[in-house]
């Protein structure tokens, strides 16, 4: 199993930047690949971006594209979401997830989207606001 917690969300202003991070822990934490998600009140689950456990390799929506970077720090088994140029469009929850192996992040295509179904473990999530 794995466990996911998420921290670093809050209130920013348009334009202004925000991390997130998430800690994963587990015996078998490091052969999963790490996506967020966010889900706004009334909208769909959005896949956001993710990192392969394998070469690193990394995916965006289109809607974060240039805006949003992940990363991971072994040593410390936490993987970032920085976010910068936030727009009044990103506020949501935002959830980390753990899938098995390289096919939750483009392990098919890396032009197939992010899917939540090919994830197996979930955070709680955090509260990413941006209002003036």
């Known amino acids: 199993q794995v466990q996911l917690v998420e921290s670093g969300g809050g209130l920013v202003q348009p334009g202004e930047r925000l991390r997130v991070s998430c800690v994963a822990s587990?015996?078998?934490?490091?052969?999963?690949?790490i996506g967020w998600f966010r889900q706004a009140p009334g909208k769909d689950r959005e896949g956001v971006s993710c990192i392969s456990r394998g070469d690193g390799s990394t995916l965006y929506a289109d809607s974060v594209k240039g805006r949003f970077t992940i990363s991971r720090d072994n040593t410390k088994n936490t993987v970032y979401l920085q976010m910068n140029s936030l727009k009044t469009e990103d506020p949501a929850v935002y959830y980390c997830?753990?899938?098995?192996?390289?096919?939750?992040?483009?392990?098919?295509?890396?032009?197939?989207?992010?899917?939540?179904?090919?994830?197996?473990?979930w955070g709680r999530g955090t509260q990413v606001t941006v209002s003036s």
């Open positions: 997830a753990a899938g098995w192996g390289t096919i939750p992040c483009g392990g098919r295509s890396k032009s197939a989207p992010i899917r939540d179904d090919d994830y197996d473990y």
């Open positions: 587990g015996p078998t934490s490091g052969y999963y690949s």
